[in-house]
């Protein structure tokens, strides 16, 4: 397994490009099984995530190719999905497993063939994240769902119907498997207190580009109109938010001046808020932002809750955790999306800083500095917050585990070095994660 080592202290100065959304191109890539005609994704990231779902994609017979070269930027990097026919509807458990996100091909696979047996995702460390939701929103839609050995076995033989569908609460994954099931049904969806994540927006924008009929667009009702057939587009991943909000933390920690490029800041706004409450600079520009600390000065505390979008993102909040362990005074974070996303407090304790965690609430108490030591990450966020951390800490800190990193960030080591950060990979053998 590979590690990250940084050598703590440098400012950051430069230009950071951001990514095409992990969490968009998932849900896109399982688009592509809804039509027979060819989809072509642009500004696609390169993950292990969207390699694990391609190689789901390819057992159930859809063709993917690759296209363009891997500069930092992601533009000409272009991935084309071909589900001329379906030869496979099963999802075996060890393609699912891997990636909690390949359970979105269960609605695709239904409203395209009528069937499906697809693994349960499984927990994982973030929390249970089960799928009653995913079922019940299928279940109304005339799916029978029958749970057998850890798969989920699904029939529509009549075919999906349209249906008026209230989450209990907000679920992305949920609001996304519902829209990607109701656009081939026959009548009209109607999803409420749906997530409006601007991933679900992106997604609902190429179906929209492929045929389907979607009104409420970014907003928490969704009315989809089924139709008979979709076909292909080109369409280009919406730039990631949380790795953009990402480096930005990383700015305003290490100090120094970096320029996100093909980014879109709206998209963080509640995070900009608090980033410029606790003293960062950010600046929008034509096609991103600038994040500015003037490494003289301390950052204040300032607290933060995780909400679903447009609220704080739970995604962010390890990374904004981190900023906060050399912020002047001390910080309350309410963790409400997960119950238990708090495994970097004690990763980063281990580098000096000071939290006490109870349940979903967490203290940091600011230090006046961190020290560098080995840690290890125990999630995606997790692991980035902690080589935020080690940006400044003082000496050396090397993250183990960096396959978590490999999940959500495309050359990140890269993207942060060309800023100054003292930033290595140091390769290991490989072991089964
Ligand atoms: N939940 C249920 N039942 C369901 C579905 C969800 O109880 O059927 C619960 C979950 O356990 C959780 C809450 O509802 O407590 C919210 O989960 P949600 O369904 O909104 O999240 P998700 O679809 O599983 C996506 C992202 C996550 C991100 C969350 C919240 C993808 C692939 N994943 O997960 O991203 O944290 O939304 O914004 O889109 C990451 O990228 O690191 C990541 C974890």
New binding site residues.
């Given amino acids: 397994m590979d590690s990250i080592a940084i050598q703590g202290g440098a400012r950051l100065n430069g230009t950071i490009p951001v990514s095409g959304a992990?969490?968009s191109a998932?849900k896109l890539m399982a688009a592509s099984i809804l039509t027979d005609q060819p989809l072509r994704l642009t500004n696609m990231p390169r993950l292990a995530d969207t390699k694990f779902l391609g190689r789901l994609l390819r057992e159930l017979g859809v063709e993917v190719t690759e296209n363009g070269h891997a500069g930092v930027g992601g533009e000409e990097q272009e991935t084309l999905f071909h589900a001329a026919a379906i030869r496979s509807t099963f999802a075996p458990y060890d393609l699912v497993r891997q990636m909690?996100?390949s359970f979105n091909v269960l609605g695709p696979l239904l409203a395209r063939t009528g069937e499906a047996k697809v693994s349960l995702p499984g927990g994982c460390t973030?929390?249970?994240?089960?799928?009653?939701?995913?079922l019940q929103a299928l279940t109304a839609m005339g799916v029978e769902i029958e749970l057998d050995e850890g798969y989920v076995i699904a029939r529509a033989p009549k075919g999906l119907k349209g249906a008026e569908i209230e989450f209990p609460?907000?679920?992305?994954?949920?609001t996304e498997h519902a829209l990607l099931a109701a656009v081939l049904a026959d009548g009209v969806t109607v999803l409420k207190k749906a997530?409006r994540?601007p991933?679900i927006g992106d997604l609902a924008r190429c179906l929209v580009a492929m045929g389907a009929k979607v009104e409420g667009i970014d907003t928490d009702e969704l009315v989809i109109t089924g139709v008979t057939s979709l076909g292909g587009t080109e369409w280009p991943v919406i730039a990631d938010r949380?790795e953009m909000g990402s480096y930005a933390v990383a700015a305003a920690m290490a100090g120094g001046e970096v320029r996100l490029t093909r980014a879109r800041p709206e998209l963080m706004q509640a995070l900009t808020d608090k980033m410029v409450e606790a003293g960062v600079e950010v600046t929008p520009t034509a096609d991103g932002v600038i994040v500015r600390r003037d490494p003289a000065l301390r950052l204040k505390a300032v607290n933060v809750a995780t909400e679903v979008y447009p609220g704080f993102?739970?995604?962010l909040q390890a990374q904004f955790m981190a900023l906060m362990t050399t912020a002047e005074g001390d910080s309350v974070i309410h963790e409400n999306?997960?119950?238990n996303r708090f495994m970097h407090a004690p990763e980063l304790a281990r580098l000096g800083a000071d939290i006490s965690v109870h349940a979903g609430e967490a203290v940091v108490r600011g230090v006046e500095a961190l020290h560098g030591a080995q840690v290890m990450a125990t999630?995606?966020?997790a692991s980035v917050s902690l080589v935020i951390a080690g940006l400044v800490a003082e000496g050396e800190t090397t993250v183990g585990r960096v396959y978590h990193l490999d999940r959500?960030f495309e050359r990140l080591e890269e993207k942060l070095g060309a800023c100054g950060a003292q930033i290595r990979r140091i390769k290991g053998e490989d072991h089964e994660h």
């Fill in positions: 992990k969490n998932l909690r996100a973030i929390g249970a994240r089960p799928v009653d939701l995913h609460f907000v679920s992305v994954g949920a997530a994540e991933e949380i993102a739970t995604d999306i997960f119950e999630d995606l966020r959500g």
